[in-house]
Antibody
Framework: QVQVVESGGRLVKPGGSLRLSCTASGFTFSALYMTWLRQAPGKGLEWVSKISGPGDVSVYTDSVKGRFTISRDNARNLVYLQMNSLRVEDTAVYYC???????????WGHGTLVTV | QTALTQPPSASGSPGQSVAISCTGSSSDIGAYDYVSWYQQHPGQAPKLILYEVTKRPSGVPDRFSGSKSGNTASLTVSGLQAEDEAYYYCSSHGNIINVIFGGGTKLTVL
């Protein structure tokens, strides 16, 4: 079955950088969009970024544009989220997810905590 | 473009039906049939239960159903069960934000 696992979350100082990784399996990885979402402690869900199967199209929410970069390595079934100029308000559990349907993510990984 | 509007809480007794609304605008819910619903139990990752307004991923019980009218979408949970107690989030594709979420609704099974 489809599995998604994130890693890389940790405590980082404001202004610092961090790269999150996500590995996925159980499907044709290069065929589907992959998405990063986040959830601040005790808060709701927020969509962050997505990248097309070939990796040629990426989209970001306004609050991270110019600071975060999404990328993927289809040979290794990996998706990355490079986060620069981190702010306190970026503190959240970051989830990686597969987008098998239009604008819907399924399944999600267990998440990785980023604390700024 | 602010978050979609959901009631903070909803409740029902076992066996009953409960509906949760999700109100957006003509730039998101009103413009696209790309409304999704997610279920999140405490300490767990969200799980997709409906996509494209009415479609269920494999394995999701048909007790979960969705609809949309104008700028408002709704999730109905029929035959409430104890395990349905969770947070429910709606989302929609939008003109400004690629995917916009609602603030979440805590469903309590009485």
């Amino acid at each position: 079955q489809v599995q998604v696992v994130e890693s890389g979350g940790r405590l980082v100082k404001p202004g610092g950088s961090l790269r999150l990784s996500c590995t996925a399996s159980g499907f044709t990885f290069s065929a589907l969009y992959m998405t990063w979402l986040r959830q601040a402690p005790g808060k709701g869900l927020e969509w962050v970024s997505k990248i097309s199967g070939p990796g040629d199209v990426s989209v970001y929410t306004d609050s991270v544009k110019g600071r975060f970069t999404i990328s993927r390595d289809n040979a290794r079934n990996l998706v990355y989220l490079q986060m620069n100029s981190l702010r306190v308000e970026d503190t959240a559990v970051y989830y990686c997810a597969v987008d098998p349907y239009h604008y819907a993510s399924h399944p999600w990984g267990h998440g990785t905590l980023v604390t700024v | 473009q602010t978050a979609l509007t959901q009631p903070p809480s909803a409740s029902g007794s076992p066996g009953q039906s409960v509906a949760i609304s999700c109100t957006g605008s003509s730039s998101d819910i009103g413009a696209y049939d790309y409304v999704s619903w997610y279920q999140q139990h405490p300490g767990q990752a969200p799980k997709l239960i409906l996509y494209e307004v009415t479609k269920r991923p494999s394995g999701v019980p048909d007790r979960f159903s969705g609809s949309k009218s104008g700028n408002t979408a709704s999730l109905t949970v029929s035959g409430l069960q104890a395990e349905d107690e969770a947070y429910y989030y709606c989302s929609s594709h939008g003109n400004i934000i690629n995917v916009i979420f609602g603030g979440g609704t805590k469903l309590t099974v009485l």
